[in-house]
Structure formats: C-alpha cells, structure tokens
C-alpha cells in the first residue's frame, strides 16, 4: 500500500474508533451528541471499508489452516461475540492477536475471507455454491445478521438431491429452524427419492427417529411405516433393539385398514428385524389403532394435517400403549393363542418369526 493510501487508511480508522468511542458513551453523555451527518456517516463508511484485509493498522489475524487473515478486534466485536472469545494467543513478533479457527474451516479459505470482509462493509454475495460453508460459520460463530441473510438461500435449496447434506448440517449445527425447513420439504416424491439410495439404509439411528418423530413432514403414514421398516431391515441383527423405538412414533391409526391388513400386519408377521417380544407389543399397538380408526381418517392422511394437540395425543395414547404391551401377559390374536407362558406355539420364541394366524379378528 502507497504512503498516500496508507494515510487515509490510518486517518479511516482514526475517525472510526473516534465514532466507536462515542456509541459506548454514558446514557447521559450519548444525550449531548449530535446527530450524525447521513453524509458523513456515509463517507465513513466508505473510507473504513478500506480497512478491510489491511495488515498495517491490523490488530488481530484471523488463523484458517495455514492462512492468515488480517482484521480489527473492534470490527470483529461489532459481528460476532464468539470469534474474540475462542482459541487467542498473541504473537510477539506481529504484536498482534492470533484468533485460530476450528478445525472444520481449514479447508474454507476463501469462505472466511469473504466473510470477514463483509464484517467491513455489511455486504456479501451469497450463492448456492458458497451458502452452506457461510451458514456454517455465521452460525458456529454467531453472526446474526448473516445467518438471517444466508437462511432464506438455504432453506430454497432442499430438495431430494440437497436434502441429506442439509438435514446433515441442521443436526451438526444444531439449528431448529433449518431442520424444520427440511422436514416441511419432506414430502412424498422426496421421501421415495432419498429412500431409494443407499445413503438411506446408512442413515445414524437418531437422524431416522427425528424423521420419524416430526410431524412437519408431508407424508402419508403408510410411507412413513415403509420407511422405517426399510432402514431396519437393512441390518436386522444391528438395529433389532431399535425397533420398537422407532415403530413406536408411527402413527398406526392414520393407516387405512387395507394398508395395516396387506402391509403392515404382514410385516410385523414375517419380519425378522423385529424379536418376538416386539412382534407381540407391535400386534397390541397396531389392533388398539386400527380401533380408534374407525372413527375415519382417510387414506394417505398425513399426520402433517393433524392439529398440534390432536398429534400429540396420538403419540402420547402410541406411548401409553406400548407401556401397556410390553407389561402385557399375553393375548390373542384370531383363534391363535399368543400367551408367551403357554407351550402350545413352539416356535413363539424361536429363530424365525411366529405366525399369528387370521388377521380378521385383530383388525375387526
């Protein structure tokens, strides 16, 4: 930077922390201060944005891998709390701070400068190329403002190809209000898209639970019990003691009754994701629901189409029942005796699933 530049950069800066000075007076100090001139405030504006990535008047570099970052404690200050109170040491020979990133941003270079330029001058180009990696940051960070601006950009980039990756950084970053925009996208020709991939079937059980929990997602309940069942059977031996935590948040009663007959008991009867213990408790859950069915939701019903207090109910009266099964002695099913205490089916607990007979009588 020339002499002349240089000058103006430090008279900038000057003027700068002089305004800053005078925002952080006392209430009654602030009182006596003039209004700003839009004109000046303006030019000020301008001529401090040329601070930006300017190592001479620098107080702080910003550590991403093997890149530096030149930056001011107080710019950083203005945009983000968390960003001075991380990992800081202080370099002798600069003398000057040393903030180093996470790990995570080591790879994302150029992301962070963009970013800290826009510290600078309230501006940044966020595109679906870079607005992930600028969410991410603003949000481990906490850059309000740019998180608010960057939300809008990701929220209309869900889709069955995108969905994976974004529900993935939702729950990495712990934001409810991403994760939300997801599941809401979850529909039905996004639901048979993701599921057909074997990114599916790889899916962490806490992920398919919170998919299977919501009741944001546009889905026929039917699609939802598939779902479920597909993730499970993937692995039978590795997630057995998982199912009947997730077949528990399936909505049984917002299944038609020629679905839980063809699908669902058939499932239940034949799948060997699932011991017998949990073929019983799924057996009570599942005739209890087709009972409170009959009062009619119709076919494909999503439980998206519930009032809030009507699905909490539903999932509350699921929970109470598979309490009740599993302290359950036994029952019947048809003319089939199911009593885990009798003799007389000896294949109940067997290795292969048990046959519970005539489904007429359990779904009446």
């Avoid at 020339?2 to 922390?17: D, F």
């Avoid at 189409?305 to 009740?324: F, G």
Wanted: charged share 20%; proline share 3%; hydrophobic share 35%.
């Amino acid at each position: 930077m020339n002499n002349r530049k240089h000058a103006q950069v430090k008279s900038a800066y000057k003027a700068w922390q002089s305004a800053l000075a005078s925002e952080s007076a006392s209430p009654d100090t602030k009182k006596t201060q003039p209004k700003l001139n839009d004109e000046w405030q303006k030019n000020l504006v301008t001529r401090l944005s040329l601070l930006q990535l300017d190592d001479g008047t620098s107080d702080v570099d910003i550590i991403v891998g093997e890149h530096k970052i030149p930056s001011h404690k107080t710019v950083l200050l203005l945009n983000s709390d968390l960003l001075t109170a991380g990992e800081i040491s202080y370099n002798s020979k600069s003398q000057k701070m040393e903030i180093e990133l996470l790990p995570e941003f080591s790879a994302m270079f150029e992301i962070v400068k963009t970013v800290i330029q826009s510290f600078y001058t309230g501006k940044i180009s966020v595109s679906h190329e870079n607005a992930k990696g600028i969410y991410k940051f603003a949000s481990c960070y906490s850059v309000s403002w740019l998180t608010e601006q960057t939300f809008p950009i990701l929220k209309g980039m869900i889709n069955a190809q995108t969905f994976a990756e974004l529900f993935d950084l939702a729950q990495n970053l712990s934001c409810k209000s991403l994760t939300t925009a997801c599941l809401q996208k979850f529909d039905e020709k996004l639901a048979a898209a993701m599921t057909s991939t074997p990114e599916w079937l790889e899916q962490d059980y806490y992920r398919v639970k919170l998919i299977s929990l919501s009741t944001d997602v546009q889905i026929p309940e039917i699609k939802m019990f598939e779902m479920v069942c597909k993730w499970l059977d993937h692995k039978p031996l590795e997630r057995n003691s998982l199912s009947l935590s997730l077949l528990s948040n399936i909505h049984f009663d917002l299944i038609d009754h020629t679905n839980l007959i063809n699908q669902v008991f058939t499932w239940i009867n034949n799948s060997n994701s699932i011991d017998d213990k949990v073929r019983l408790n799924l057996f009570k859950i599942v005739s209890t629901s087709s009972q409170k069915n009959k009062l009619g939701y119709p076919a494909g019903f999503s439980r998206s189409k519930l009032s809030t207090q009507e699905s909490a109910s539903s999932t509350s009266s699921t929970v109470s029942t598979v309490s009740t099964a599993s302290s359950s002695i036994g029952f019947s099913f048809g003319s089939v005796n199911t009593n885990p205490n009798s003799q007389s089916n000896s294949g109940l607990f067997g290795s292969g699933p048990t046959n519970f007979g005539n489904t007429g009588s359990l779904f009446g």
